[in-house]
């Protein structure tokens, strides 16, 4: 239907008295040109005519603007009739995501098994987006657990304008390496899209947050806290990603309602390499870091970790 109406644009104008001064062969290239759906190509091809036939200039341009008009409508009414599917759909629609996983398993020597997986979704609607995230490395050495660690997260966003945002943020963390059995935050404030083009995204976002902690031994704390985070990704080529994220959380020393002195400082960050495979599989090298400036006793407080994965988007 979208060439049948774009193609009835110049048939209409051929009726009038003025297309008739128009030579056949170049109407018939300008019909080929919108025929063909590509605007740049139509844009150039009108150019080409003009330079070619300089006494037709006012009928060139009237057929580039009913064109330029008719495609106009075109993507309004498209843009209308998404807004309107975004807003009729259902909670579990609009959502995609990646998922990866990975394992291994040794024996001799060492007996060792280990799994890793994780799974993002995100949600984007006309003002609100929603980011969903859940990861798991487990590992298990000679009998004993080496590593545990699980990670969940739910992260709604509020578009303000098209660079500022609102957010709201609820993590539960498990690592029983660094000492705690469950660490659970809730945070909220505002972020902002420093860098938004089609190759090169790079926001940051702060805020006040509550975080409680629950330890190995049995103890736990509750504090106060502030959050500040950057996410960066930039395609370098069509088929290779940079992807940096980075996350820190600072608590105060006691239930103070102002940020006077940090009891301690943890630090997420991970910088991955991506390269497409197919369109929906990608390879990715990671190193992680992981750091608490207070780890429990027996803990020390920089971890670091080196993955390559496979993903699966869609």
């Known amino acids: 239907m979208k060439k049948l109406a774009l193609l009835a644009i110049p048939f209409a104008l051929t009726a009038s008295p003025a297309a008739a001064q128009l030579p056949e062969a170049a109407r018939a290239m300008i019909d080929a040109a919108i025929a063909n759906g590509d605007a740049d190509?139509?844009?150039?091809?009108?150019?080409?005519?003009?330079?070619?036939?300089p006494e037709d200039v006012a009928e060139i341009d009237a057929i580039f603007a009913a064109y330029t008009a008719e495609q106009a409508e075109l993507a309004?009414?498209?843009?209308?009739?998404?807004?309107?599917?975004i807003r009729q759909a259902g909670l579990f629609d609009n959502w995609s995501?990646?998922?990866q996983i990975g394992g291994f398993q040794s024996s001799g020597n060492t007996d060792e098994i280990g799994l890793s997986a994780a799974l993002s979704l995100q949600r984007q609607g006309i003002d609100w987006e929603h980011r969903l995230r859940l990861s798991a490395d487990y590992r298990r050495q000679d009998g004993a657990t080496s590593r545990e660690q699980f990670l969940a997260s739910y992260e709604p966003r509020y578009q303000i304008n098209e660079r500022l945002f609102a957010f709201g943020l609820a993590q539960f963390e498990r690592d029983s390496r660094q000492g705690y059995s469950a660490r659970y935050s809730v945070s909220s404030g505002l972020g902002y899209r420093v860098i938004d083009t089609d190759t090169?995204?790079?926001?940051?976002?702060?805020?006040?947050?509550?975080?409680?902690?629950e330890f190995n031994?049995?103890?736990?704390?509750?504090?106060?806290?502030?959050?500040?985070?950057?996410?960066?990704?930039?395609?370098i080529t069509d088929t290779i990603k940079l992807t940096q994220d980075a996350n820190?959380?600072?608590e105060t020393g006691g239930e103070a309602l102002v940020i006077i002195d940090s009891s301690n400082t943890s630090l997420t960050a991970t910088t991955g390499l991506e390269?497409?495979?197919?369109?929906?599989?990608?390879?990715?090298?990671a190193w992680s870091i992981e750091y608490d400036s207070n780890p429990a006793a027996g803990a020390v407080s920089t971890d670091t970790l080196t993955r390559f994965t496979l993903i699966y988007g869609f």
């Open 41 to 53: 190509d139509v844009e150039a091809v009108v150019n080409s005519a003009r330079t070619a036939f």
């Open 76 to 85: 309004a009414a498209e843009a209308a009739a998404e807004q309107e599917a």
């Open 97 to 99: 995501g990646e998922g």
């Open 200 to 213: 090169m995204e790079l926001s940051v976002k702060a805020g006040p947050a509550y975080r409680v902690t």
């Open 217 to 235: 031994d049995g103890t736990s704390t509750s504090r106060l806290a502030a959050l500040a985070g950057l996410d960066f990704d930039w395609d």
């Open 248 to 250: 820190s959380t600072v």
């Open 275 to 285: 390269a497409s495979i197919t369109d929906a599989l990608r390879a990715r090298l």
